[in-house]
C-alpha cells in the first residue's frame, strides 16, 4: 500500500486525474477528513472538499507507473 497527497486545482484536473487512474486494476481511494471515496468514482471526487489537499491511498506496492502518471498532481 502506497500513500500520497495530491492538489486538484480544477474540474479539468478531476477530469485528468480520473481518466489516469481508471487505466489501472488497482484500488484507489481518496480521503479528505474523514470522507473515503473511489479515486475512479468522479461524483465521489466531487462530494470532497477540492480547495484542500486529498490523501490518497493505492491499494498495491507495484504503483510506480501509476505514481509517474499522477506526478503533476502530487504534493507531497
Same mark, same amino acid.
Given at each position: $500500500?502506497?500513500?500520497? @497527497?495530491?492538489?486538484?486545482? #480544477?474540474?479539468?484536473?478531476? =477530469?485528468? &486525474?480520473?481518466? !489516469?487512474? @481508471?487505466?489501472?486494476? $488497482?484500488?484507489? %481511494?481518496? #480521503? #479528505?477528513? =474523514? ?6 468514482? +468522479? $461524483?465521489? +471526487? &466531487? #462530494? *470532497?472538499?477540492? *480547495?484542500?489537499? +486529498?490523501?490518497? !491511498?493505492?491499494?498495491?506496492? %507495484?504503483?510506480? %507507473?501509476?505514481?509517474? %502518471?499522477?506526478k503533476? &498532481?502530487? +504534493?507531497?
Amino acid at each position: $500500500m502506497k500513500k500520497c @497527497t495530491i492538489q486538484l486545482a #480544477s474540474i479539468k484536473d478531476v =477530469r485528468e &486525474f480520473v481518466d !489516469t487512474v @481508471t487505466k489501472y486494476e $488497482m484500488e484507489i %481511494d481518496l #480521503s #479528505s477528513g =474523514r470522507y473515503v471515496v473511489d479515486a475512479k468514482s +468522479i $461524483m465521489g +471526487i &466531487f #462530494s *470532497l472538499d477540492l *480547495l484542500n489537499p +486529498i490523501g490518497v !491511498t493505492i491499494h498495491s506496492d %507495484d504503483c510506480a %507507473d501509476l505514481l509517474n %502518471d499522477l506526478k503533476k &498532481f502530487i +504534493i507531497d
